[in-house]
């Protein structure tokens, strides 16, 4: 029995009638052949089923091949943060390049070895993150970067009393290593989830926060504190950690509901608004007649509900492939490894920005009309 060997990039290049030089930047994207040479290497090889060597290639490039992510402490198991890291290994696997996890240690940062680095929903007062950035690695920011990331995290209120500090334009922390920002329109969509509970007859809407500060967050804060101010309405925000998040949401839940008149609630945090559902309906609350509950983050369970519920779709899994796709930008036009020495509290422009489209999901849990004593 005898085994075919695998197609060389000679060979690719000789059925091409190219030089092996030519070959290999044909078929590495590389610039220095013209577009009918690139399609011609292209086909052949595809004709041949030849497949580079991503070693060899890695090797000669002085790269690993290997992109890193890294998420928020204690979000493992939220399917946000895991269909975000689906889409980025999705669109790795199409640029030949393997994900590993960053994990949670002290010595994270000093021990990666990464072409580039895709930080979803950077967090305030989370150490690593500096570290991960005075690497000099490109860097992919999922959702904004908060102004003064080294600082440490403000204490927890119950109740925001002004507009929270985020970044308003596109603008990063640290070295020259942040390449570029993926965002989605969380304003939007909130604004749109309070409308329809003031259309189906509420007057006390409340939101539950991540107790963590991130940007999108804040924005869904900044968001319903402008909503409230617009229209007359008090604004009501408990929070939330990530850390024990079922019993610390099932507190701030009944702390809302303690206070008599709140009868709509937004919960921010993945899988919180389950944690609302169930604290409702020990609270005596009836979902979609008394009380209506939307999530900022959609999940499949939640259009199975019953009765469903008003959920954001932040297409995550599109997401994470943006953010890959910036990251393959920023690899193709990144040089030596940017100065390390540069200071924490130093922005400087971000060079790639996406923006990933949402879309409320309406359901039955906002549609009303509610049926409270005084409405």
């Not at 929270?164 to 990063?172: G, H």
Request: aromatic residues 4%; contains cysteine; charged residues 20%.
């Amino acid at each position: 029995m005898t085994t075919s060997r695998p197609v060389t990039l000679q060979q690719v290049a000789d059925q091409a009638q190219v030089s092996r030089s030519a070959a290999s930047f044909a078929l590495s994207g590389r610039p220095g052949v013209s577009e009918a040479t690139r399609s011609k290497v292209l086909s052949i090889a595809a004709e041949l089923g030849y497949s580079p060597n991503r070693t060899a290639q890695n090797l000669r490039s002085s790269r690993t091949g290997i992109v890193a992510v890294y998420s928020p402490k204690d979000v493992s198991a939220l399917s946000y943060y895991m269909e975000a890291t689906f889409g980025i290994v999705d669109e790795a696997e199409a640029s030949g390049h393997t994900v590993t996890i960053v994990p949670h240690t002290a010595t994270a940062a000093e021990h990666l070895r990464a072409d580039g680095i895709i930080v979803l929903d950077p967090t305030l007062g989370d150490p690593i993150v500096p570290r991960l950035l005075e690497l000099g690695l490109p860097v992919i920011s999922g959702e904004q970067m908060p102004q003064k990331l080294s600082s440490p995290m403000p204490p927890a209120t119950t109740k925001v009393a002004g507009t929270p500090e985020m970044v308003s334009t596109p603008a990063v922390v640290g070295t020259s290593a942040v390449a570029g920002t993926v965002t989605s329109d969380h304003i939007a969509s909130t604004r749109e989830v309070l409308d329809a509970f003031a259309a189906a007859g509420a007057r006390a809407p409340a939101i539950i926060a991540p107790e963590e500060r991130m940007s999108w967050s804040m924005a869904v804060e900044d968001a319903y504190q402008q909503w409230c101010a617009e229209n007359e309405v008090e604004a009501r925000v408990e929070t939330a950690s990530l850390e024990g998040m079922a019993e610390a949401t099932r507190q701030a839940t009944k702390r809302l509901l303690d206070s008599g008149d709140v009868d709509a609630i937004l919960a921010l945090t993945d899988g919180s608004v389950l944690t609302v559902l169930t604290s409702a309906a020990n609270h005596g609350r009836r979902l979609g007649a008394d009380l209506l509950v939307a999530a900022a983050v959609d999940s499949p369970v939640l259009g199975y509900m019953d009765p469903p519920v008003t959920a954001v779709d932040l297409r995550p899994r599109e997401f994470g492939r943006a953010c890959m796709n910036l990251l393959s930008k920023a690899l193709e036009t990144s040089g030596p490894p940017a100065d390390s020495s540069h200071s924490l509290d130093s922005p400087r422009e971000v060079q790639l920005a996406e923006v990933v489209d949402t879309k409320v999901i309406h359901r039955a849990s906002t549609a009303g009309p509610l049926h409270l004593k005084g409405h």
